[in-house]
């Protein structure tokens, strides 16, 4: 292999790392170089063909990760996943693009984070997106192409009708960061082409044939290379070192060394290069270069819950229960309909219309008396500072307690689509019942967990991986509360006509009507809670004194020339599912790293 010096190094050519690729190397005199672990599967039709992504979830596309045993979900531990391949986890998600809210952003500024308020970072994300066919005229600027897919059932229109019933809009703008109501959902695939847009098409097609950007497939950064001697006696990043095809060799930075390798693997990167805590460091017999317990910690990420309702089948209200049976002449059709027109579930991902929502009134009953709770203050606080801890709680209280803010993200599946308790998706029953799911999403959890390494070798799997999911004990006072108000939408008009009689549920299900118990609510958010794979926080950008790993110019603390860019950064995560977001921090972040160098 060729071993020579860039000028940037980026690790990990996922989601951010391909952003930053293509945006550094606008910049002919720059020589940017981006490692990748996974292999190159752009042309892969499970990458391309939008409904076949969840086919790659357990392959070697995927870190196929495993959580420790989770105290508050009966000590399950559930199966997880991010993206090992070109473009990372945008190769491999549900396409769902939904930005974040004004007060979520404005939040990661008032930590300490100048420049990184809504009105600037909002500018950034808009230069990720285009979104040409929308009720909102067209939006945004940039290479990812987005599509709202068509409503060809009668399903939208009739959740459209229940969230209006409840008092809430269906018509609001998601970019506005105030949104809230129903939302027909942007999508990250391509109106033209009807594949999927991701960071591996949109960003680097434009890229690749630049003469000045190096990608090296099929390559583990094994961890950063330091030079002791710096300024001010700071360790400067030199380079990193690599193992590719079971040998190891080193490549040198002439200015920056940049980590996105997620959320999950950069802080395990900074780990192995010495940069975290030094007692778990010097367990492992890894040389401390800066102490710093904050690296790995405040991993949050959303808990989520799935509902399934049997329903009766009737014209308008079809299902996509045959093509989840795989019953070969619906496979047959679905293909066809999507080679020949671009067209039917193939060309879309399973997620039919949403909501953002907060609680309303019928179900949030007792929750000033749990908001004025001071003992869930002080539950599990992890190794958060008191200020941050502080600033969370304040932050998610002033989401939970307002008429404006969503506190959970509901998606709907005309179709089966839960998950079962170990993670994974759950098996539809045999025969012919049709179905129409939703998934809840709480969407401002309080829980932080953690991700540490436990082996000095970064081939090995080995990680300590806790969600700490439903940890806090308002998390599971809200998401419980959630499942409540969905039992409510489905069960009252004008959704409760078009259900079975005494419908069948989910298996794990309680019986219709007793989830208007908030115990039994909660016991089934006990039970059948899994965790979305939206991990964000664990290398926060925030003064270091009160938790931070990265200053707010994604500088590491206490070294030079390293900076972390990807969802690790975001302190307080998205209220949605976060690619949108993390194309914004990928973009903001291009422009900060450019503005200095
Ligand atoms: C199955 C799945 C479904 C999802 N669905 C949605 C959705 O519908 N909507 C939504 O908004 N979000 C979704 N997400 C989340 C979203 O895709 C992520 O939040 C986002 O991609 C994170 O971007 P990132 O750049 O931080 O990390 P990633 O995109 O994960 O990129 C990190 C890259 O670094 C590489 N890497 C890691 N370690 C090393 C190393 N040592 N050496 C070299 N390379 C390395 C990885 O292989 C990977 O390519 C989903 C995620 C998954 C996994």
């Known amino acids: 292999m060729e071993s020579k010096a860039f000028d940037f190094i980026i690790v990990g050519g996922g989601l951010v790392g391909l952003v930053l690729a293509a945006r550094l190397s606008e910049d002919p005199s720059a020589q940017v170089l981006v490692i990748e672990a996974g292999e190159d599967l752009t042309a892969d039709p499970r990458v391309k063909i ?76 808009e230069s990720s997106y285009t979104l040409k066919q929308s009720p909102w005229a067209t939006k945004g600027s940039g290479p990812l192409q987005l599509s709202i897919a068509e409503e060809n059932t009668k399903w939208p229109q009739l959740w459209r009708d229940a969230i209006s019933k409840l008092g809430y809009p269906t018509s609001m703008d998601p970019f506005s960061g105030q949104f809230l109501g129903a939302l027909g959902t942007p999508e990250s695939i391509d109106p033209a082409t009807h594949q999927k847009s991701f960071a591996g098409s949109a960003y680097l097609s434009a890229a690749e044939a630049r003469e000045n950007l190096t990608i090296w497939t099929q390559t583990l950064v094994d961890k950063v290379l330091f030079d002791k001697r710096g300024g001010e006696g700071k360790p400067v990043a030199t380079g990193v070192q690599y193992t590719k095809d079971g040998k190891t060799g080193s490549v040198d930075a002439r200015k920056e060394v940049i980590l996105s390798a997620g959320a999950i693997n950069s802080p395990k990167i900074l780990e192995l290069s010495g940069v975290g805590d030094a007692g778990l460091l010097k367990s492992l017999g890894i040389d401390v270069v800066v102490d710093n317990a904050h690296v790995g910690e405040n991993l949050q990420n959303h808990p989520l819950v799935g509902m399934t309702f ?20 619906t496979v047959a059709a679905t293909m066809e309909s999507y080679t020949k027109n671009g ?18 009134d019928t179900v949030a009953a007792g929750l000033d008396r749990v908001l004025q709770d001071t003992s869930y203050e002080t539950a599990d606080l992890g190794k958060a500072t008191d200020a941050f801890a502080k600033a969370h709680r304040s932050f998610v209280h002033s989401i939970v307690s307002s008429q404006k803010e969503a506190s959970a993200q509901y998606m709907t599946i005309a179709g089966f689509g839960v998950f079962a308790p170990d993670g994974n998706r759950a098996v539809i029953p045999p025969g012919s019942e049709g179905y129409f799911s939703v998934a809840i999403l709480l969407a401002s959890p309080l829980s ?21 999911c439903l940890s806090n004990p308002l998390d ?54 899994v965790c979305a794979h939206h991990y964000t926080g664990t290398c926060s950008m925030m003064p270091r004194e009160i938790g931070g790993v990265v200053d707010p110019q994604l500088r590491v603390y206490g070294c030079e020339n390293l900076r972390v860019c990807d969802a690790s950064i975001i302190p307080i995560t998205p209220r949605a599912s976060p690619q949108a977001t993390v194309y914004g921090v990928a973009e903001h972040g291009a422009k900060i790293i450019k503005s200095v160098s």
């Not at 959704?495 to 909660?522: I, Y």
């Open 310 to 329: 049997e329903v009766l089948q009737e014209e308008g209200f079809e299902t996509i229960d045959n093509l989840i049976r795989q019953d070969p002449e």
């Open 476 to 529: 599971l006072e809200i998401l419980a509360r959630h499942v409540q108000q969905v039992e409510k939408i489905m069960t009252t008009e004008p959704f409760a006509s078009h259900l079975v009689p005494n419908d069948t549920r989910n298996p794990g299900s309680p019986p219709p009507g007793s989830l208007s118990n908030l115990e039994n609510a909660k016991e089934y958010v006990r039970k059948s809670a």
């Open 448 to 468: 932080r967990g953690s991700v540490h390494i436990r082996a000095a070798s970064s081939s090995s799997p080995d990680l300590a991986l806790d969600l700490n």
């Open 343 to 360: 067209s039917g579930p193939f060309s879309r991902s399973a997620i039919d219309i949403t909501a953002q929502l907060p609680l309303s």
């Open 50 to 125: 939008p409904a076949l992504s969840s086919t790659l979830v357990g392959t070697s596309a995927d870190w196929c990760l495993q959580t420790t045993p989770q105290k508050s979900l009966h000590g399950r531990q559930l199966a997880q996943s991010a993206g090992r391949t070109l473009g990372g986890s945008s190769a491999i998600n549900s396409h769902t693009f939904t930005p974040t809210s004004r007060a979520n952003v404005d939040a990661w500024a008032g930590l300490g984070n100048p420049g990184w308020d809504w009105s600037s970072f909002s500018k950034s994300l």
